[in-house]
């Protein structure tokens, strides 16, 4: 069964360190997603991207972060300059066109900022 | 701000019980409720979907949902040990494909 995939799993950095996390979704599926859940609290949206561009990103999306689809596979997120509270799992997703809402779930990249 | 509610548990049911699972939700234009199934350290893993008023039946699974109340549940029946995780509901933000996603309920099934 086809699933999203998530490099790497875990991930520690200095604070001020850029780091990118790396997505491959499912490979007919033409929505993606960035979620976040800070350890003990809840599933936060990040950010949505469609046909090359974001389609919609939270409060939390500010200008230290970015997202890339480099090639006709990959994802990534990228933290310019990582703070103590980026700590947290970061959730790739992906969807497919007509199912939209039905959103799958990579496992995820756990990021430690020291 | 838009928000979902649940009862964080832990919910504790004897291995064979019906476990029923609660979820309320704030926006009114909402029109698709998502339940996910998330193990300690692991991701949200996708278990039920549902979008009209009533039930929607699944294998051990229901969803039941009352857009009226703004209501959303899941019944696991027959509740086995490995039904142990935490539950989490989910609203399709109107109008934009974000997932707003609940605390969850922590399920604890015992033998």
């Known amino acids: 069964e086809p699933e999203v995939t998530q490099t790497p799993s875990h991930q520690v950095t200095q604070m001020g360190q850029e780091v990118i996390l790396r997505c491959v979704p499912i490979?007919?599926?033409?929505?993606f997603y960035w979620y976040r859940q800070i350890l003990g609290q809840k599933v936060e949206f990040l950010v949505s991207f469609y046909n090359n561009e974001i389609s919609e990103k939270s409060e939390i999306f500010d200008d230290q972060f970015s997202v890339e689809r480099p090639d006709g596979s990959n994802f990534t997120l990228k933290i310019r300059s990582t703070k103590l509270e980026d700590s947290a799992m970061y959730f790739c997703a992906s969807s497919e066109e007509g199912r939209v809402e039905t959103q799958y779930f990579g496992p995820g990249t756990r990021l430690l900022v020291l | 701000q838009k928000e979902v509610e649940q009862n964080s548990g832990p919910l504790s049911v004897p291995e064979g019980a019906i476990a029923s699972l609660n979820c309320t939700y704030s926006?009114?234009?909402?029109?698709?409720f998502f339940w996910y199934r998330q193990y300690s350290g692991k991701s949200p893993e996708l278990i039920m979907s549902i979008y009209s008023n009533g039930d929607k039946e699944d294998g051990r699974f229901t969803a039941q949902l009352n857009k009226a109340s703004q209501y959303v549940s899941l019944l696991i029946r027959d509740s086995q040990p490995s039904d142990s995780a935490t539950y989490l509901c989910a609203v399709l933000s109107g109008g934009y494909n974000k997932l707003i996603f609940g605390a969850g309920t922590r399920l604890a099934v015992h033998p």
């Open positions: 490979s007919n599926h033409l929505y």
């Open positions: 926006d009114r234009g909402s029109q698709s």
